[in-house]
């Protein structure tokens, strides 16, 4: 079974400040990672996901996560916030099993908020 | 490519009553997902269609709730006998088969049992 853990339920950087989400996750077997950002009455949109390829991800809007085996973890960074990236973000993880559904285990969502 | 779209986006209904939500997913996805989502929770997967077959369901989806997928186009959730703790957001999710799809997610419908 997998779990994904996000620490910090709530946010806040100021408007230009760096941007750190993180996320903790829990895999028997070598995991697939993705974030997803919810903004208000909309679904989930994808920023990036992580393949065991390249183990520092580039998504959309600026963002990156770090994908580090030793730590089991996958933060989510921006070297600068914008007031557009308010929002709900989401890790989850998946088990990628060929020929299978590929169900998400999301953590419980960081609520990012960005101060003028 | 317009979307994945549900419908409702909002339903409101007293305990008891059987309501269905639908699912439009992206013309050429084949696999379907549903997802519930509480207030201030992640998702939670619920069940999970491949074409037109239903491969799994998680234990999360009681004997109340049924989700079909005919001709492995739109699907339905519905829920019978609602209770108050049905009351959420029911997301739905469509991809194309893979190791690793990306899955769109629809706005999802909010539900609300009085």
């Known amino acids: 079974a997998q779990s994904v853990t996000q620490l910090g339920s709530h946010v806040s950087v100021s408007e230009g400040a760096l941007v750190l989400l993180r996320c903790n996750y829990s895999?028997?077997?070598?995991?697939?990672l993705f974030w997803y950002v919810q903004y208000p009455n909309q679904g989930l949109q994808l920023l990036l996901k992580?393949?065991?390829?390249?183990?520092l991800v580039k998504g959309i809007n600026g963002f990156e996560a770090e994908f580090k085996k030793s730590e089991t973890s996958f933060h989510l960074t921006k070297p600068s916030a914008h007031m557009s990236d308010a929002a709900e973000y989401f890790c989850?993880?998946?088990?990628?099993?060929?020929?299978?559904?590929?169900?998400?285990?999301f953590g419980g969502g960081t609520r990012l908020m960005v101060k003028p | 490519d317009t979307g994945v779209s549900q419908n409702p986006r909002h339903k409101i209904t007293k305990r008891g009553q059987n309501v269905t939500f639908r699912c439009d997913p992206i013309?050429?996805?084949?696999?379907l997902y549903w997802y519930r989502q509480t207030l201030g929770q992640g998702p939670e997967f619920l069940t999970y269609f491949q074409n037109e077959a239903q491969l799994e369901k998680s234990r999360l989806l009681s004997d109340r709730f049924s989700a079909e997928r005919p001709k492995g186009s739109f699907s339905t959730l519905e829920i019978q006998r609602t209770e108050q703790g049905d009351s959420a957001m029911y997301l739905c999710?469509?991809?194309?088969?893979?190791?690793?799809?990306?899955?769109?997610f629809g706005p999802g419908t909010r539900l609300t049992v009085l």
């Open positions: 013309s050429e996805h084949n696999r």
């Open positions: 895999s028997s077997v070598p995991p697939y």
């Open positions: 989850a993880v998946s088990l990628g099993r060929a020929g299978a559904g590929n169900m998400l285990t």
């Open positions: 992580y393949t065991s390829a390249a183990t």
């Open positions: 999710a469509s991809s194309r088969a893979g190791l690793v799809d990306t899955q769109y």
